[in-house]
């Protein structure tokens, strides 16, 4: 495990805390990233399978053996659910989170597998990385962009662009919320960190357009009016969106 920025400590932010463990308070709790999906609603979960399910499928069909694979936040559980997949097999992967607990929890999930990855855990709450630029050939964004837009006013690809490659690509999963719904002003009112205006799906590919990739495929996968109790901000009754892109860089014209 290597970490970043070691006088930043998330794990003591009572607001990360609240939203990324069950129970801080308890000495056996666990980070929400897997769990939480234990409580959803059935529509939720099958969704996010699909999404899931349509981002491999893609992978395998259209990229060449990436290298290097970075997975952001809650993209862990994708390592974690195919782990036997010849391109995870195959690469370097990367797990970035933002503090030592979350972190050291996903690599207890990691270290019952069966399969012998090659990972990199980095702790860094300010995403920087300590990692050769231009070295990541893939980053597999599953709900990581999402999930940053809470804690963080930049965009989180912004931070990291220049630790990819000239032909890189990106694999998304966004959830989002329409513009001036409720649910993101109440993100706003709850986050002193989030985005402002919050993450929505076209200022996420803009971020994309601006740094030269292309959009080859994408897909809206579908929407849910009804979360579990983890998602405090939600206002009953609105679009909750998931939707997954491939993105790829033709080449070094930056």
């Not at 009572?14 to 609603?41: K, T």
């Not at 099958?46 to 993209?75: G, Y």
């Not at 390592?79 to 097999?89: C, D, H, K, T």
């Not at 292309?214 to 969106?241: A, P, Q, R, W």
């Amino acid at each position: 495990m290597v970490c970043v920025d070691a006088d930043i400590d998330l794990d003591k932010d009572p607001q990360f805390r609240d939203d990324y463990f069950i129970d801080p308070a308890a000495s056996d709790h666990e980070p929400i990233y897997y769990e939480c999906f234990l409580s959803a609603p059935q529509h939720y979960l099958s969704i996010n399978h699909k999404a899931r399910t349509w981002m491999h499928e893609t992978i395998l069909s259209c990229l060449d053996q990436p290298d290097v694979i970075l997975f952001p936040d809650i993209a862990s559980v994708f390592p974690y659910l195919y782990s036997n997949a010849r391109y995870l097999q195959g690469a370097t992967l990367i797990i970035m989170g933002l503090s030592k607990n979350s972190i050291g929890a996903i690599r207890k999930h990691m270290d019952t597998l069966e399969q012998d990855l090659n990972i990199i855990y980095i702790v860094t709450p300010s995403n920087r990385l300590p990692i050769r630029r231009k070295s990541i050939d893939l980053m597999i964004d599953y709900l990581g962009t999402y999930n940053y837009a809470f804690f963080f006013k930049t965009p989180l690809y912004e931070y990291i662009d220049p630790y990819f490659s000239d032909t890189a690509s990106v694999a998304g999963c966004l959830a989002y919320y329409k513009p001036n719904s409720k649910s993101i002003s109440n993100i706003i009112n709850d986050y002193e960190s989030a985005m402002n205006p919050f993450l929505s799906l076209s200022s996420y590919i803009n971020v994309l357009m601006k740094h030269n990739y292309t959009i080859v495929t994408d897909k809206m996968i579908g929407s849910n009016t009804i979360l579990s109790e983890y998602f405090h901000y939600h206002e009953s009754g609105e679009c909750h969106y998931l939707h997954t892109l491939l993105a790829t860089r033709l080449g070094d014209d930056k």
